[in-house]
Structure formats: C-alpha cells, structure tokens
C-alpha cells in the first residue's frame, strides 16, 4: 500500500472512532469532546498498537487547534480582551507562578525529586487552550464574563510557553544562564508585545475593510479561500516567531471580529474546524 493510501486509512480509522466516540457520548447526554476524548484512549490503547502512522495526522491535529482558536477569536473581540487584560494578565501570571510553587512543595513528599517538581509544575500551570475553548463553546459560555477571562488567562498561559522553554533547562541545570540567554528572553517578549500591538492596528484598520470587499464579492470560495489562507498564516508567521501557532490564528481571529464579516466568516469555517478538531 503506498503512502497516500496509508494516509487515507489514517484518517478513517480517526473519524470513525471520534465519530463511535461523539454517538456514545450524545447517547448519556455527554459533551460531545468527552466522546472525543474518549474515542482518542481507545485510538492510542488499541488500534496505534496495530498500525504505524504518519506525521501527516499530527499536522492535521494542528490545522484543527489552529482553526479552533481562530473561531474563537471570531466569537471573541478586541473590546472583549481589553475588558478583561488585566485581569487575564494578573490572574495568569499569579496562577502560573502559585502552581508551579504549589507542585515544588508538594511532589518532593511524593518521591519526585526539586528538579522533577518544578518541571511538573510548569507542565501542570498550563490548560489545553483547544479542549476549555471547546468545552466553553459547546456550553455557550465563551461571551460570558468569567467565559471572557478564561480566555485572557489561556492567551497569558500560552504566551507563557516561550519563557518557561527557555527558562527551564537553565533552571534545572542543563545548560549555563548567561547574558545570551537573557537577550532570548528579551527577544521573545519584544516579539510577543509586537505581535499584540500589529493585531490591535490591523484589526481597527487594513483587515476588516479587505473582508468586507471579499464579502461584497458574494464569491464563497473566495471567502472561504481568503479566511482560511489568514488564519493557517498567521499561526505559521507566529511559529516562525517562536510563539505558539495557536496564539497566530487566534489574534488573526481576532482581526476578523471586528469587521461586518464576522458572521459569514464563522459559517464558512466551522465545518472545517470542527472535522480538524476532531482529529487533534
């Protein structure tokens, strides 16, 4: 069997079990992610024993993380963010920090080593942006208030993963913290303010009136065409820039929000985000 048809089994053996998975959990009245969720354990516990896969599924898995987050930052605004940012930011940093103090404490008494506990407590600080996004979606809590700063705290969680990736091995001694590491750091902060400041500029400016030409056009494919192209872009450019490409196709989300596309965007990408979701 070559290759392309080795792919094609792949993703019918994981759309057959989300889909097992998604009719089990419908069946209790369970959140179809649970369904997911659970047709994932049996995917990793039974049939990956069976059969080798590709690359190919991890990258889809990632497409469906990035459409996810860009459809919600459809559903979300600038006007949301900037309602909750300081909340989101202190809330995040507090978190972040009382986790990874709070698992230094603890696991030593369980046999982890201080080394073993503060890596498991960084682990530990960070949410999966993609499963609460999707659970908050499905609940219809995502315009709420506590929905909104759930959110901040997810986007300061992910911005997080930067720093802690550099911090990290110097921290638990695999490698010597000198000036070289501190200017990483710098660097990567610099990028991610520059990242949020262009996201600011174009979403009140260039994109919302680019949208609202293409949606004038009353061409679907071209819509279509046009918002997938800017959301897999911008989480590649993020990726490039060393942040996480989730982060990219939220804030270019986030961009659309704010034009009068908005509404004939979502309906052209859910289809899309959700069959990809289903596979990461």
């Given at each position: 069997?070559n290759d392309?048809f ?14 097992i998975?998604?009719?089990v959990?419908?069946k ?5 992610i649970?369904?997911?969720?659970l ?7 039974v ?10 599924l991890?990258?889809l898995?990632?497409?469906?993380v990035?459409l996810l987050?860009f459809t919600?930052?459809?559903e979300?605004?600038?006007?949301n963010?900037?309602r909750v ?7 995040g940093?507090l978190?972040i920090l ?5 698992a230094?404490?603890v ?5 982890f080593t201080g ?22 979606s ?7 208030l506590s929905g909104?700063i ?5 986007i300061v969680?992910?911005?997080?993963v930067v ?6 091995p ?9 000036f070289?590491n ?5 660097l990567?902060i610099a ?6 400041a262009a996201?600011?500029f174009?979403?009140?400016?260039i994109?919302?009136i680019?949208l609202?030409k293409?949606v004038?056009l009353?061409?679907?494919?071209l819509?279509l065409?046009s918002v997938?192209?800017?959301a897999l872009?911008a ?7 060393g ?13 659309i929000?704010?034009s009068?596309?908005?509404?004939a965007?979502?309906s052209e990408?859910?289809p899309?985000r959700?069959i990809?979701s289903?596979i990461?």
């Open positions: 069997m392309g080795l792919f094609l089994r792949d993703i019918v053996l994981v759309l057959g079990i989300g889909f998975g998604a009719f959990a419908k209790f009245r369970l959140p179809l649970l369904g997911y969720l047709g994932g354990f049996v995917f990793g516990a049939v990956s024993s069976r059969f080798t896969f590709g690359a190919e991890q990258t898995a990632d497409i469906g990035a987050l919600l930052g459809l979300f605004s600038l006007k963010l900037e940012k300081h909340i989101a930011v202190y809330g940093a978190q009382l986790t990874i103090i709070s230094f404490l696991l030593p008494n369980l046999g080394k073993e506990s503060l890596f498991l407590g960084s682990v530990f600080a960070l949410s999966s942006t993609a499963v609460v996004v999707k659970i908050l499905d609940k219809g809590e995502l315009e709420t909104e759930l959110v901040g705290i997810l969680q992910d911005l997080a720093p802690l990736m550099i911090l990290l110097q921290i638990l001694g695999f490698e010597t913290f000198g070289r501190i200017l990483t750091i710098i990567s990028k991610a303010a520059g990242i949020l996201t600011f174009l979403g009140r400016t994109v919302p680019l609202t293409v004038r009353n061409a679907r494919e819509l065409l997938v192209f800017l872009g989480a590649y450019l993020a990726n490039i820039l942040l996480p490409a989730s982060i990219g196709a939220f804030l270019a989300g986030l961009l929000s704010e009068i596309a908005t509404h965007v979502f990408v859910r899309l959700d990809f289903i990461f």
